[in-house]
């Protein structure tokens, strides 16, 4: 049993470190430039929007909990505290993704109908997400570039799920991009 307990320790802190290095690394690229961040909006509960949605009323919308809003904090103080440049914040335009966006205060931030979800046939998933790509493959930086979207749109570009509030770096290129490594964000 001894042995058993100490194989399992030892898995365990032999995980964590590779953890923290593609965490470090992924930060380490942030701070030279140039990549684009997608992030999911911050903890909203629930799935899609409740009947009677309105896209300029937030008050017929999933929005955030406390613990939504005090995690878009943390991750805007995140980015700060590592000295990551983030030139231009563009945001979905409902009011889950622009409240995430906004409590991070890096900056401006520009709602644009190109980050809009498409769940439940809200919008035109080929044409949002090709409008996305473009403007992704675009980014020269010198900074970084912030999109605050939703997990279907993110899903639609990397192919991959994401958590609420998690974040998924990519490196433009001509006609697509790569993904550089992904950020998780303890709320504080």
């Not at 898995?11 to 470190?17: A, E, H």
């Not at 903890?43 to 009323?57: K, R, S, W």
């Not at 889950?96 to 439940?120: I, K």
């Amino acid at each position: 049993m001894f042995i058993l307990r100490c194989l399992a320790l030892t898995l365990l802190l032999g995980w964590l470190p590779l953890t923290t290095h593609a965490n470090t690394v992924t930060w380490q690229a942030l701070q030279e430039g140039g990549l684009v961040i997608l992030m999911r909006h911050s903890l909203a509960p629930g799935i899609g929007d409740p009947p009677g949605f309105v896209l300029e009323a937030c008050e017929t919308q999933r929005n955030l909990s406390s613990e939504g809003r005090a995690h878009a904090v943390a991750a805007g103080q995140a980015v700060r505290e590592r000295g990551v440049a983030i030139d231009a914040v563009y945001s979905s335009q409902w009011c889950r993704a622009l409240e995430t966006a906004e409590l991070m205060a890096l900056g401006s931030v520009v709602p644009a109908p190109w980050l809009n979800s498409f769940f439940r046939g809200r919008g035109d998933q080929v044409a949002i997400t090709q409008a996305a790509r473009e403007r992704m493959a675009g980014w020269q930086g010198p900074g970084n570039m912030l999109l605050v979207t939703h997990q279907v749109n993110i899903t639609a570009l990397t192919g991959g799920g994401v958590s609420s509030g998690e974040m998924v770096v990519v490196r433009p290129q001509e006609d697509s991009f790569t993904v550089v490594g992904r950020l998780s964000v303890p709320s504080r």
